[in-house]
């Protein structure tokens, strides 16, 4: 239910109706379930740049309730969970410190 306020306030914000964003939308190959995801996923990726951040909080900034729905998603996204998404960056920053 909140994925349809927020079509309906991304509409309003751009002026337009909620058919009209959603045919914009799909002229450019995006539905707002695509839109969304991509933002989502994006977010998540810069949040977990920051290990002081808990996995907990990226998964609600990012609009999931618990950690279990957003690891589902993020594997969905990366192939990857969080945990192993943050280990690659550590390993790959202690890699790039040592050179």
């Not at 991304?10 to 909620?18: E, F, H, Q, S």
Request: net charge positive.
């Amino acid at each position: 239910q909140t994925d349809r306020a927020d079509v309906h306030t991304a509409a309003d914000a751009t002026g337009m109706t909620v058919r009209s964003l959603q045919r914009r939308l799909g002229r450019c190959g995006w539905t707002w379930s695509d839109l969304l995801d991509d933002l989502r996923r994006r977010t998540a990726l810069r949040m977990l740049d920051d290990p002081s951040v808990k996995i907990i909080d990226v998964a609600i900034a990012v609009g999931y309730s618990d950690a279990a729905h957003f690891t589902r998603a993020f594997h969905r996204w990366c192939g990857m969970s969080p945990v192993a998404h943050r280990r690659l960056q550590r390993d790959a920053k202690s890699v790039t410190e040592r050179d």
